[in-house]
């Protein structure tokens, strides 16, 4: 049997065919950035208490110094699309990251390598808040380009969904890098009441983190999927990845951070991705 191939319209071929920005313009347009185990039975003891908050968990663990939001796509694309949709991505998203008008960037484009097989995330930042959003969307109802790339877009498509997210104000805020790395999202469906602890365990955690540069930013769901927790690391490969991942249990108080936190969960997943061309995160 002939493999299938995935049809391009005429209308995808002109967006295809248009004026791509160049590789640098990327880098300029990033504009909105702003004791040992023996002792452990006895810590474990003094179980962290959490104080009661009549505080929103989000007015709590996000950044005050900034007001930015943050978008994550996830899209499951057609097996025999999956080209044909990075094209189409990479010829018209960094038109909406260069220009001026859309208060959105670009924070990261992947493609997932280990986990969910053909799919593409993609991390949005919209400087401003709800009211940016709110901007972009109805500037984006009278985009003709980027109607027309939704529709093409929705032929190569099984499913999507997305996420509104808040960034941790004890994390890194997401900045470009340079390549080659791959990135791991690490996401954490906790148990619901339990936000406040683990934001409170991972304000002194992230320090065991931080030495080879691997903490990219780190995320707790405020629309779609509730009390979801993303992480997300850079590493050269995989087997940096593993190597300073070892690492981390060599220091003393990591083993604490895992024993507090590990209960607050009730699922948990690990995507391996690889970078698209236009992604800001290489």
């Given at each position: 049997?002939a493999?299938?191939?995935?049809?391009?319209?005429?209308?995808?071929?002109?967006?295809?065919?248009?004026?791509?920005?160049?590789?640098?313009?990327?880098?300029?347009?990033?504009?909105?950035?702003?004791?040992?185990n023996e002792?452990?039975?006895?810590?474990?003891?003094?179980?962290?208490?959490?104080?009661?908050?009549?505080?929103?968990?989000s007015t709590?663990?996000?950044?005050k110094?900034?007001?930015?939001?943050?978008?994550?796509?996830?899209?499951?694309?057609?097996?025999?699309?999956?080209?044909a949709?990075?094209?189409?991505t990479?010829?018209?998203?960094?038109?909406?990251?260069?220009d001026?008008?859309?208060?959105?960037?670009?924070?990261?484009?992947?493609?997932?390598?280990?986990?969910?097989?053909?799919?593409?995330?993609?991390?949005w930042?919209?400087?401003?808040?709800?009211?940016?959003?709110?901007?972009?969307?109805n500037k984006?109802?009278?985009?003709?380009?980027?109607?027309?790339?939704?529709?093409?877009?929705?032929?190569?498509?099984?499913?999507?969904?997305?996420?509104?997210?808040?960034?941790?104000s004890?994390w890194?805020?997401?900045?470009?890098r340079?390549?080659?790395?791959?990135y791991?999202?690490?996401t954490?469906?906790?148990?619901?009441?339990?936000m406040?602890?683990?934001?409170?365990?991972?304000?002194?955690a992230?320090?065991?983190?931080?030495?080879?540069?691997?903490?990219?930013?780190?995320?707790?769901?405020?629309?779609?999927?509730?009390?979801?927790?993303?992480?997300?690391?850079?590493?050269?490969d995989l087997?940096?990845r593993?190597?300073?991942?070892?690492a981390?249990?060599?220091?003393r108080?990591?083993?604490?951070?895992?024993?507090y936190?590990?209960?607050?969960?009730r699922?948990?997943?690990?995507?391996?991705?690889?970078?698209?061309?236009?992604?800001?995160?290489?």
């Amino acid at each position: 049997m002939a493999p299938r191939l995935c049809s391009i319209s005429a209308a995808a071929q002109r967006l295809l065919g248009g004026p791509k920005p160049r590789a640098g313009d990327l880098a300029v347009a990033t504009r909105f950035y702003s004791k040992d185990n023996e002792g452990s039975w006895f810590r474990s003891l003094f179980v962290h208490k959490v104080d009661p908050r009549k505080d929103a968990h989000s007015t709590l663990l996000s950044k005050k110094e900034t007001s930015n939001l943050y978008k994550i796509q996830f899209h499951n694309v057609k097996p025999e699309c999956l080209d044909a949709y990075n094209s189409l991505t990479e010829a018209v998203l960094p038109k909406l990251h260069l220009d001026e008008d859309y208060p959105c960037s670009l924070v990261g484009n992947w493609n997932t390598w280990y986990g969910e097989q053909d799919q593409a995330v993609h991390l949005w930042r919209f400087s401003g808040g709800y009211p940016a959003l709110m901007d972009c969307m109805n500037k984006l109802k009278n985009n003709k380009e980027y109607l027309e790339f939704r529709k093409e877009r929705s032929q190569m498509l099984l499913s999507r969904r997305n996420q509104m997210l808040l960034e941790f104000s004890f994390w890194n805020e997401p900045q470009p890098r340079a390549g080659p790395n791959i990135y791991e999202l690490r996401t954490y469906k906790l148990k619901p009441g339990t936000m406040i602890e683990w934001g409170n365990n991972w304000a002194r955690a992230i320090k065991y983190r931080q030495e080879n540069q691997e903490a990219v930013g780190g995320f707790f769901s405020q629309i779609g999927e509730l009390y979801v927790v993303h992480h997300l690391w850079a590493y050269k490969d995989l087997q940096s990845r593993e190597e300073t991942r070892n690492a981390a249990w060599r220091k003393r108080g990591w083993d604490q951070n895992v024993y507090y936190t590990v209960p607050l969960v009730r699922h948990m997943e690990s995507r391996i991705m690889i970078p698209l061309k236009i992604s800001p995160l290489q």
